[in-house]
């Protein structure tokens, strides 16, 4: 099934550890309509303007496949809202920007992003509805502990 004229569901619903685990990973009503807003608005007009394949590492992920790789429940992509993506080639550094500056977005997350390493990380992009998109702009990182932090990221 289609969700835009690049995306299928079958990509978007794509786990190997669902698959290793033998998790059903299959959105509900709701959340196919929400996938169908992120491709449309986001991840669509990323590949239309690159003109390049963009690489979906994540996309929806059940309740049961959130449990399986520690991810919360309330997670963005249990809801069918958000995808962590890269375009090999494109330094994801530049992609965040891109997108930051023409796109409406809930969230845009620059992943373990190392700026001597441009193909380092990955981008994470959700999208709620035209109405509750908040526009926020994160780097994610892991501190001398080995934690995940988030901060403000302004895209230069």
Not at 80 to 97: M, Y
């Amino acid at each position: 099934m289609k969700l835009s004229a690049n995306f299928s569901l079958k990509e978007m619903v794509a786990s190997q550890t669902a698959d290793r685990k033998g998790i059903i990973n299959n959105p509900n009503e709701d959340q196919m309509n929400s996938l169908k807003l992120l491709c449309e608005k986001v991840l669509q007009p990323v590949r239309d303007h690159y003109g390049k394949v963009v690489s979906i590492s994540s996309g929806f992920r059940s309740e049961a496949l959130c449990e399986a790789i520690g991810s919360s429940k309330n997670s963005q992509h249990a809801k069918g809202q958000a995808a962590d993506f890269e375009i090999f080639g494109v330094p994801n550094a530049e992609l965040a920007k891109w997108i930051a500056e023409n796109l409406d977005f809930d969230q845009l997350i620059l992943e373990y992003h190392k700026p001597e390493e441009p193909n380092s990380g990955w981008i994470h992009c959700s999208y709620k509805s035209p109405t509750d998109n908040r526009k926020q702009t994160l780097r994610a990182f892991r501190n001398d502990q080995g934690k995940t932090q988030y901060v403000e990221y302004k895209p230069n």
